[in-house]
């Protein structure tokens, strides 16, 4: 598929896992980003990657620190959460898993993956960190 960006040549999931290289390997080429992103590994990228990143991390915080709050038990493997007693918890539970699983989901989608944090948060009677995503 295609995705909005500013650089034609980056349109493609292929062209930043594959580069001009097509060996397969679909690790992110970072040296295709440098020039507007700076760094050198996802850890490292400036501009709006960074921005993305950061927002999805505290939103990640903030929404698995409610549902702890209400009772709801997080663990690192399977079924990663129990407790779970309404529909609203069961769907950030979710939503919290899908955002977390893609070390890169703030890449591939960010506002979308912001904006089912954000609306878990409000869900769960919260009130998010930062504004509606754009």
Known sequence: GQFVHPAPALRTCTAFHMGDTADHSFKPSYALCSDCHGGSSLDTLGGPPATLRSNVAALESQLLA???????????????????????QLKAAYN??????????????????????????????????MSRPE
Do not use: M, R
């Open 66 to 88: 409610l549902l702890t709050d209400a009772g709801v038990v997080h663990s690192n493997g399977y079924p990663y959460f129990t407790n779970i007693t309404t529909p609203a």
């Open 96 to 129: 919290w898993q899908f955002a977390d699983q893609d070390p890169a989901s703030f890449v591939h989608n960010g506002i979308y993956i912001e904006q089912l944090l954000y609306d878990s948060i409000v869900d769960l009677g919260g009130v998010p960190s």
